[in-house]
């Protein structure tokens, strides 16, 4: 068994005793107790470090929260084992710092690296701590917080292309803010939330212990898996349960301009999206793009879908329950599981399957300066409402 140390994208919070503790205090108790005090100087980063401004903006994903007047951590620390994280945890308390853990730092509001209190705190950075195992005949995989999304597809690709897990696009996006947020993928409709295929998890509480699913306690599991990973303790591990997929899968993209009854086709959609097999998931993007009639700008929908099964059976299939969007065969390709995911990243076709491993590829959802919202719909948009939204 590996060293399970994963710490997932939450944010834990202690009350502050004292918000003007110096560096130097919170640096003299780690010394204490890291195993080896030559190391702190390896794994932690304070303000006047040379390599702290790259450490810190290595994974922040949105420019809106790296601006001059951004909260900044009082230290970073990017630790190598368990014992480092129970150390920070227990120096947190003792000092009255606020503790931020950072996976892949793709959340919105820059909960793990971040703050929206002046109050001192200190950032966990997980980069060094990523190790996935794939236990192929079982059908499972234990995985690091600090892992990516798109390291856990390539180790699952390696070694089986009818395996994997029911997580999102996005190859960056950290395992642990993922799962500890529910985790919404393209499989979703037939297997669920990733949070859903999570059977095991360590943690370490607030007394520093190191915890499994049986010694945690089934309400505390529960909590970790899209509680959103706040206030519960720091994920060291997942265990997590693999599904079936194809050998091969379809994917496709239709795009139509508001002159080619964008607005009806996004109407007709609500229908039945929900209702297609499981096997399907379509999404529609919606984008600001030249006309080909006049080259003004117009409104594209584009109607992204990926099927678990061949061409041959998709077509059919749409031909009967949404022979509106007239999905062509040449619409369509052909690929394994993990390519899908480049395929939904934008990346050329025929990327290879290493450009999952790699966290500074640029692709369709590279860092950006966003502010982004989300929510249900119960029912569906009028078409008039869509139409007023569109223009």
Known sequence: MFPFLIVVLFSLSWKISDSTQPAEEFLHCLSLRFHNSSSISELVYTQHNSSYSSVLKSS??????????????????????ASHIQATVHCCKKHGLQLRIRSGGHDFEGLSYTTTYEVPFVVIDLLNLGSVRINVEKGTAWVESGATVGELYYEIAKRSRTLAVPAGIGHTVGVGGHLS???????FRKYGLAADNVIDARLIDVKERILDRKSMGEDLFWAIRGGGGGSFGVVLAWKLKLVAVPA????????????????KLIHRWQYIAHKLPKEIHMSIGISRVKSNE???????????????GSIDELLPLME????????????????????????F??????????????????????????????DFVKQ???EMVVAQVLQ
């Open 294 to 308: 006049n080259e003004k700008m117009t409104i594209q929908a584009s109607f992204r879908a990926v099927f678990l």
């Open 320 to 343: 009967e329950k949404f022979p509106q969007l007239g999905l062509m065969k040449e619409d369509c390709l052909e690929m394994s599981w993990a390519e899908s995911d480049l395929y």
């Open 181 to 187: 947020g529910g985790g919404f993928g393209l499989l």
């Open 248 to 263: 091969i899968v379809t994917v496709f993209t239709v795009s139509k301009t508001l002159e080619q009854n964008a607005t």
């Open 345 to 374: 990243e934008q990346f050329p076709i025929g990327a290879p399957l290493e450009t999952l491993l790699g966290r500074n590829h640029k692709s369709a959802l590279s860092k950006s300066f966003f502010k982004a919202k989300s």
């Open 380 to 382: 569906p948009i009028p």
């Open 60 to 81: 922040a994903q949105n420019f809106r929260l790296s601006t001059p007047s951004t909260p900044t951590p009082l230290l970073i620390i990017t630790p190598l084992h």
